[in-house]
């Protein structure tokens, strides 16, 4: 991966809400479920993800822009070689290799930059007795290294925070409870779940997408669903079911209802940071039958003085 500042498209003065607007500008643009057998979109994802992961932790950032680590998060070498390397076995997992487990949850990459650290004394200053003999005092020792993961959630999961149940490297399972707000690229920190260390394990941290659906759509908080419904429910007001990301619900067709129009129900949409819900936006399409006897001899005989383009000057 290049320099994580110029995949994000930001400078390196950028604030953290900087780079946060930009990571979710581009995670919506080049989305998996955006760009489905493109590969080039979702190599770029990855490596959109990875640059967002990297300049959002302080601690990495820093070290990156000191010239400690390189934009993988892997450490620089000072000796020209061995820490970095393009040598087998390396150091970080890729996508969807070891540790991958159920319901979209893979492990993503391991970072060793804080065990590097620790090897040299985590940059502590040199004694009078030469090269190699670091001042150990008052250093703590290092944890082990965190863990990348990423975990795709079902939409309806999302929606209504339901738990997820994954499996971790190690090969233990948790029931991961997801935060109100949920949204593509919305991270959680998973405090000593990560690789172990002589300072303590490291943490795991899970980045998460949350799946497109077939028929919901997701506006801000809210729902959107396009209901059709038949011409005699339209002209009578009928009671139509319909569905939600809970259970379905019966609604009342205001009669005389045209397509276009757009009932609301509260409490049935996302949950928000701030609590509550938002609301589910249902839009009623009036649908016709293509070639209904009944239908046209009903028309030949009945009359519309309206002029409904009237608005539009015709």
Do not use: C
Request: proline share 5%; aromatic share 6%; charged share 30%.
């Amino acid at each position: 991966m290049a320099d994580p500042y110029s995949t994000l498209g930001v400078a390196r003065t950028a604030s953290e809400a900087e780079i946060k607007k930009a990571y979710r500008t581009l995670a919506k643009e080049l989305h998996p479920d955006k760009n489905k057998g493109n590969d080039k979109a979702s190599e770029r994802f990855s490596d959109v993800t990875k640059a967002y992961d990297l300049l959002t932790d302080k601690d990495k950032r820093a070290r990156f822009d000191r010239g400690e680590i390189d934009g993988e998060g892997n450490p620089t070498s000072p000796f020209g070689g061995g820490f970095g390397g393009g040598g087998g076995g390396g150091f970080r997992g890729q996508p969807g290799g070891q540790g991958a487990g159920p319901g979209g949850f893979s492990q993503e990459n391991i970072d060793l930059g804080d065990l590097f650290e620790g090897l040299f004394g985590g940059g502590g200053g040199r004694s009078r007795g030469g090269f190699g003999q670091q001042q150990q005092r008052n250093v703590p020792p290092p944890k082990g290294a965190n863990v990348a993961y990423r975990l795709a959630v079902d939409f309806i999961d999302a929606a209504t925070l339901s738990a997820q149940r994954i499996t971790l490297a190690d090969g233990k399972t948790i029931d991961l409870k997801l935060p109100a707000g949920i949204e593509t690229g919305t991270q959680m920190r998973l405090s000593g779940k990560g690789q172990a260390g002589p300072g303590g394990n490291g943490d795991a941290i899970v980045t998460l997408e949350v799946k497109g659906h077939r028929f919901f759509r997701r506006d801000g908080d809210d729902i959107r669903l396009d209901v059709p419904i038949t011409l005699g429910e339209a002209v009578r007001g009928d009671k139509i079911k319909v569905p939600t990301v809970d259970n379905p619900v019966f609604v009342t067709v205001p009669a005389g209802t045209s397509s276009g129009k757009t009932l609301r129900l509260k409490g049935k949409g996302f949950s928000k940071k701030g609590g509550g819900r938002g609301d589910q936006l249902v839009t009623l399409n009036v649908d016709l039958p293509a070639d209904d006897a009944e239908l046209k001899d009903f028309a030949k005989h009945w009359k519309d003085t309206r002029n409904v383009r009237q608005e539009l000057g015709v």
